[in-house]
């Protein structure tokens, strides 16, 4: 009887120090934490003037990695971007940092030589002079990623991809806005490599705004290593009269590591 109880004991003690030891190893302390930015006139602000917490140097990669198409043609402008810190944690198994990068594109009817009207993308600077006119919709695209080091291995994760349709021209109308995300390189979560994109469905709704969660591993990010890419995908469906158009972003975070 006693060497059962003692058994028993010992289990338990076995069993508590294992979970004790895990939740240690997984237990993060916040140092900082903000809401995301909902209106989109500061976000419009933040973008003209360029204030952006991500390091520069992934700002400038998702600038110039990311896409605009208007009919599924890429369009040769750079969206406007601004990136926001979201949280920031530390742990025992390293730190992470969250953020959304929202990439922000006005569409605009142009005449061509021959006096054909055709909707062309439109990307501005704070120094130019900026005006709405001419322009039918501005769409923002947001990708939700976090980025830190879990058993001294660099990470990125992405969580969330939302986007707005917003009518600057009241003869148009908004049909539906959707937004899918993907992801591809080595998953650290399984030590498997992911060669091709992991693409979500699209979620679709009747208006100006949609969002999803992304169930997404996390992928290494460390320099030199195997290419990795996350990206999300915001679409719109316009029309104005008889005339229709799909407008879309395509945000994306890839690299051989970042370094």
Not at 92 to 113: F, Q, V
Not at 145 to 150: A, E, N
């Amino acid at each position: 009887m006693k060497k059962r109880v003692f058994a028993i004991v010992l289990v338990v003690v076995i069993c508590s120090s294992l979970f004790n030891t895990a939740f240690a190893a997984e237990s993060k302390t916040v140092c900082y934490r903000a809401s995301k930015i909902q209106d989109l006139n500061v976000l419009l602000e933040r973008a003209y003037n360029h204030i952006n917490d991500a390091p520069q140097e992934v700002v400038d990669n998702i600038v110039n990695s990311s896409k605009v198409c208007i009919d599924g043609n890429d369009q040769s402008v750079q969206p406007m971007i601004t990136t926001e810190l979201l949280e920031s944690t530390t742990g025992l198994n390293g730190n992470t940092d969250t953020y959304a990068a929202t990439l922000i594109t006005d569409y605009s009817l142009e005449t061509n030589a021959d006096g054909v009207q055709t909707l062309a993308a439109s990307s501005y600077t704070k120094t130019e002079n900026v005006t709405t006119k001419g322009s039918l919709v501005r769409l923002y695209t947001t990708i939700y990623y976090t980025t830190g080091t879990y058993n001294k291995i660099d990470f990125i994760k992405l969580t969330k991809v939302s986007a707005t349709s917003k009518l600057i021209d009241s003869t148009c109308k908004v049909k539906y806005t959707k937004v899918r995300g993907a992801y591809r390189g080595y998953n650290l979560d399984n030590n498997k490599l992911i060669l091709k994109d992991v693409v979500s469905s699209w979620t679709q709704v009747a208006g100006f705004k949609a969002s999803r969660t992304i169930t997404c591993p996390r992928i290494e990010t460390t320099s030199g290593g195997i290419y990795y890419e996350i990206w999300g995908e915001g679409y719109c469906y316009i029309t104005r009269g008889t005339q229709s158009w799909t407008l879309s972003h395509k945000v994306i975070e890839a690299d051989v590591g970042i370094p």
